[in-house]
């Protein structure tokens, strides 16, 4: 199969994909959140995708993704969503996918979601095998039904590099830069690259693009489209600001600090806690608020974190909101002046550094991914040191009105509209160029009825039980043994 036309920006850094214009359209009009986002095409519209998620948590990647696929339904173009996993325990939480935010607003979008198992494991992460036979003959008929498939992050893929499942290009969607931190996803990725599955590998940030390509994924399927969010929604608002500083009773003049980010250990919570002990000491009007999973006083970790960076002292309560998971998160950026960062690892293009910034927030980050490039000219990187890291916090607070005209000049350049352009070129081309009419169709009762097999190594596999498929050019062998696309 030949590779797929890159869609990378020319320029390394955080800038707009080229978007693809309906007749009449501007890219600079941008129509967040409006309808049509003008990538509209036959090809399009006749794509049918199918998105697979490890499971619904709270985190960055499964609201950009989810966003991608609200806004490619908005064009007319048919998803589904299979989750593995039906609840997730995560950040010392057990998270049930019908409460999750994502889930309820694709199903609001008319996108369905098949959820293949109840509940994961605490530990393990991905699909780990010893499907049941109907787990296996669902995953093959909604995987029949698509011609295109996106794998949100490497977990998925586990499932997806079944041998019996239908052939389908897939495109996994990364979103850290640490790839050797994923346990047995690196190999699934890998395994997925061998056995001619993957298509494309979508990567929101240059630094993502080059840890994979350091891990061994070829540079030709690595494409990078950078993280994009609603400029409707994440928009400076005195109004917000005033009503949410007077729902927390935070004083108007106050110098307000935002962390949005998961309690896990990446984000590096304890560090962010002894700048946030620095700044609360050195600056009278500070206040510090805190949200995201296990980002509130129930989760015993975050309140021993609290303890030993404070010392045990109590005087810091009254100017600290720890608020757990919010749905109103452009209520929040828009009552903070600055938007902080203090991750260590895995970090690859943080939302919450763009969605705060397209509020108005100055950004200050630790220079992990693609923090830098960014923050570059908007805000501030600095080292992992806490008492550095509250010090660029007093400057940024003290800075946000200089830095307002160059944070809303910016907000072209993380636009919605032209991410999910990007996006669906790239399916466009994938499409195309895989040769999805050559494929053999599976028959839907031969699916329902599929006889389970186990190879030599022991591996489950689905094999439709009315027939083999037939050898040869373009076709698929029962076992998955050939690249079901080449010549």
């Known amino acids: ?48 995708v199918l998105s697979v998620f490890e499971g619904f948590f709270t985190g ?51 996108i369905p979601v098949t959820p293949l198992r109840h509940s994961a ?13 109907e787990e296996l003959a669902a995953a093959a008929r909604l995987t029949a039904n698509a011609d295109v498939i996106l794998s949100l992050k490497e977990q998925p893929l586990g499932l997806l590099n079944q041998p019996g499942l239908p052939f389908r290009p897939i495109v996994v969607c990364l979103h850290r830069s640490d790839p050797e931190n994923q346990g047995s996803a690196l190999q699934d990725l890998k395994d997925a690259v061998a056995n001619g599955r993957l ?46 500083r007077e729902s927390l009773s935070i004083p108007a003049d106050a110098k307000v600090v935002v962390f949005a980010a998961r309690y896990a250990p990446m984000k590096n919570v304890p560090l962010f806690l002894q700048a946030a002990e620095s700044f609360l000491r050195r600056e009278p009007r500070g206040h510090i608020v805190m949200c995201g999973a296990g980002m509130d006083l129930s989760n015993p970790g975050l309140r021993q974190d609290i303890e030993a960076a404070f010392k045990g002292e109590t005087w810091p309560v009254d100017r600290m909101s720890s608020l757990g998971v919010r749905r109103d998160m452009e ?42 490039l960014i923050v570059n000219g908007l805000g501030i990187i600095t080292p992992p ?9 007093i400057e940024a607070a003290n800075r946000r009105d200089e830095l307002a005209q160059a944070l809303a000049d910016s907000r072209e350049r993380f636009s919605r509209t032209r991410m999910i352009a990007a996006y669906a070129e790239l399916l466009d081309r994938v499409h195309r160029e895989a040769g999805r009419s050559s494929l053999p169709e599976p028959e839907p009762d031969s699916l329902v009825d599929a006889a389970v097999h186990f190879d030599r190594a022991g591996v489950l596999e689905l094999v439709p039980s009315s027939s083999l498929y037939e050898e040869g050019a373009g076709r698929a062998r029962s076992l998955g043994r050939t690249h079901p696309y080449r010549d």
């Open 60 to 110: 960055g990647a499964r609201i950009l993704h989810s966003d991608v696929l609200i806004g490619l339904r908005e064009g007319g173009q048919p998803h589904e969503v299979l989750s593995i996993y039906g609840e997730m325990y995560r950040e010392g939480t057990l998270q049930k996918m019908e409460n999750d935010a994502c889930y309820q607003s694709l199903t609001r979008a008319s």
């Open 331 to 372: 209520h929040l950026y828009a009552a903070g002046d600055v938007v902080a960062l203090t991750s260590s690892s895995g970090e690859a293009a943080p939302l919450c550094l763009i969605e705060g910034m397209m509020c108005g927030a100055v950004p200050v980050a630790t220079d992990i991914g693609d923090s830098r």
């Open 121 to 133: 494991p605490e530990i393990p992460e991905g699909y780990t095998g010893g499907s049941a036979p």
């Open 1 to 48: 199969m030949r590779p797929v036309t890159p869609v990378t920006p020319a320029t390394p850094g955080v800038a707009p994909a080229t978007i693809v214009e309906a007749p009449g359209h501007s890219p600079l009009r941008d129509l967040e959140g409006r309808g049509s986002i003008g990538y509209s095409s036959a090809t399009t519209n006749n794509l049918r």
């Open 199 to 244: 298509a494309a590998a979508i990567c929101c940030a240059e630094a993502t693009k080059a840890a994979y390509h350091a891990a061994g994924i070829p540079s030709d399927l690595l494409h990078v489209i950078p993280n994009g969010v609603n400029l409707e929604r994440f928009r400076s608002d005195p109004v917000r600001r005033a009503g949410i």
């Open 385 to 393: 040191d806490p008492e550095a890291i509250a010090s660029a916090w």
